[in-house]
């Protein structure tokens, strides 16, 4: 099982964006968009063994947790970034009432909403997977003995926070796949195709 866990710190917590602007409106949601289907999408058919959970922690109200389960997807996920956002946009409307910290909501098959910090995820995730955080400096992936469940913590285009660092800090191996900075679709594209070479579930 491959999990992938994106903090986005400016990504906007609530419907207040035009689906025709998403780079200039949305606090980067087109990222996720793409992050989406670059760690579920083959050529023809789904990852079933992946596992993303989006971090949004932009206004309005931060945080939400939008969880997707390959095993479980129904909705199709197409290549385009706008049919993605709309799965987006429907995960944050079904989450405007939640008040729960921890209840997860089901919006469609496979796709889950809450109010989830990035702490209770990353705990939540230690339980059963091996935690890696991706980064330029850490060891480089060829060189790194994965087991059966695998985790990766990938931060936007800004990156993590220092706060955020300070917390994966001892629990999370630093991993790169190269030592550019690459765009976070491009890492968990290379990230999926080296453990299928490596012939990790
Ligand atoms: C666009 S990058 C962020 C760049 C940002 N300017 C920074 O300084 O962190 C998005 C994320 O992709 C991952 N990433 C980018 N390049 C990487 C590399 N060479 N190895 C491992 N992870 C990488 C990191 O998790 C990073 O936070």
Request: glycine share 10%.
């Amino acid at each position: 099982m491959r999990t992938f866990i994106v903090k986005a710190n400016g990504a906007h917590t609530a419907y207040d964006f035009s689906l025709k602007d998403l780079p200039g409106t949305s606090g980067r949601i087109d990222l996720l968009c793409r992050f989406l289907n670059s760690a579920f999408l083959l050529s023809h058919g789904i990852r079933k063994n992946v596992r993303v959970w989006l971090l949004l922690y932009g206004p309005p109200k931060p945080p939400k947790a939008i969880r997707f389960e390959g095993a479980e997807l129904r909705a199709r996920l197409n290549p385009d970034e706008l049919s993605t956002a709309k799965l987006i946009v429907k995960a944050l409307k079904a989450g405007e009432g939640l008040r729960e910290p921890a209840k997860e909501l089901e919006v469609l098959p496979g796709i889950y909403v809450s109010n989830l910090t990035f702490e209770d995820v990353i705990r939540r995730t230690l339980k059963g997977s091996e935690l890696y955080y991706l980064h330029e400096g850490g060891k480089p992936i060829g060189k790194v003995n994965f087991g059966k469940n695998v985790a990766f913590v990938l931060g936007d285009h800004k990156g993590l926070s220092n706060e955020d660092e300070a917390f994966l800090d001892g629990i999370a191996e630093r991993v790169s796949v190269g030592k550019k900075s690459y765009l976070a679709s491009h890492v968990v594209a290379y990230v999926n195709i080296t453990l299928d070479s490596l012939g990790v579930p």
